[in-house]
């Protein structure tokens, strides 16, 4: 799975999804229900480095593996998505 670009974007897609599920459903509310505001900083922080990084390897994948522009516009739209890496994996990247 390492051995690729894609197996990476995988990789990579999954802990995205996961970092942006825990910001949303533990980190927030932690935050904003107990005020409790010190796991924002560091699960905000390795987010934005995974979301950048899907992003930057969604647009690598595409180049290499000649992706049409629809497909491309799904994998980037499934970061912005709860649940939408997860969804991209199974729809987008599991076939090529």
């Known amino acids: 799975?390492?051995?690729t670009n894609l197996g990476l974007l995988r990789i990579i897609g999954?802990?995205?999804g996961i970092s942006y599920l825990v910001l949303l459903l533990i980190a927030m509310p932690l935050k904003y229900i107990w005020d409790k505001p010190e796991f924002i900083y560091?699960?905000?922080?390795?987010?934005?480095?995974?979301?950048t990084l899907y992003l930057f390897f969604v647009l690598l994948v595409t180049f290499q593996n000649k992706w049409s522009l629809n497909k491309c516009f799904w994998a980037?739209?499934?970061?912005?998505?709860p649940f939408g890496t997860f969804?991209?994996?199974?729809?987008?990247?599991?076939g090529e």
């Not at 980037?76 to 998505?81: E, F, G, M, N």
């Open 1 to 3: 799975m390492f051995k």
């Open 14 to 16: 999954f802990l995205e």
């Open 42 to 51: 560091s699960t905000g922080l390795a987010h934005g480095l995974l979301f």
């Open 76 to 81: 980037l739209l499934a970061s912005l998505v």
């Open 87 to 94: 969804i991209a994996d199974k729809r987008l990247f599991r």
